[in-house]
């Protein structure tokens, strides 16, 4: 189980997150969903410690080994769609490009550079990008930007053969509705 125990993140007088708590499991799909500004990026920043909370702790994750999808693609315009996915991949593991494009929909576009792509294929590399690199946990920030309902259903039904915990942050309802848990947030600051 990860368990966020208390944790309180402030900036300068602004409380985003308020002594939150909650337990997610090891496995499965998990969403949070809330007015922009409520903590849920906040909140992925801790889970990855990229942010260190005020107050209280998270156990059960190691963030060295965790995966964050920011809300920028941070793509590598100078490398193709296959290129930027082998990037992130050991030298063992470079048979594997061809399985995370499919899995992002992009197995017809390996040699594409990101320019040449639209906002949701550039957004579903990024994605690939990030599952490729692995991890025991990986964290979603508004993934599906610009990416079609139905695609969204079939690359999150994708995301669950991964077996491991991945937490998201979303807007699309439709995507929080496919989720095996999620979490709406009326913040700020986020409680629980």
Not at 29 to 42: D, E, L, Q, V, Y
Request: aromatic residues 6%.
């Amino acid at each position: 189980m990860i368990s966020i125990e208390d944790i309180s993140v402030s900036y300068g007088n602004k409380v985003v997150l308020d002594h939150f708590s909650l337990e997610l499991p090891h496995r499965g799909i998990t969403a949070f969903t809330g007015p922009s500004g409520c903590g849920k990026t906040t909140l992925l920043r801790v889970l990855a410690g990229l942010e260190k909370p005020k107050t209280g702790r998270v156990t059960g994750i190691d963030p060295k080994k965790t995966t964050i999808l920011f809300q920028e693609n941070r793509l590598l315009p100078w490398r193709t769609a296959a290129e930027n996915i082998a990037d992130v991949l050991p030298r063992e593991r470079l048979g594997e490009v061809p399985y995370w494009l499919a899995v992002a929909e992009l197995d017809g576009d390996p040699d594409t550079y990101p320019a040449a792509l639209s906002g949701g294929m550039a957004r579903r590399l990024a994605l690939a990008r990030a599952a490729a690199l692995g991890g025991d946990l990986l964290l979603l920030d508004e993934p599906f930007t610009g990416v079609d309902l139905r695609r969204r259903g079939r690359i999150l039904e994708n995301l669950r053969q991964l077996d491991i915990p991945i937490i998201l942050v979303t807007h699309e309802k439709d995507v929080v509705a496919q989720c095996a848990r999620s979490f709406v947030f009326t913040g700020p600051p986020l409680r629980c």
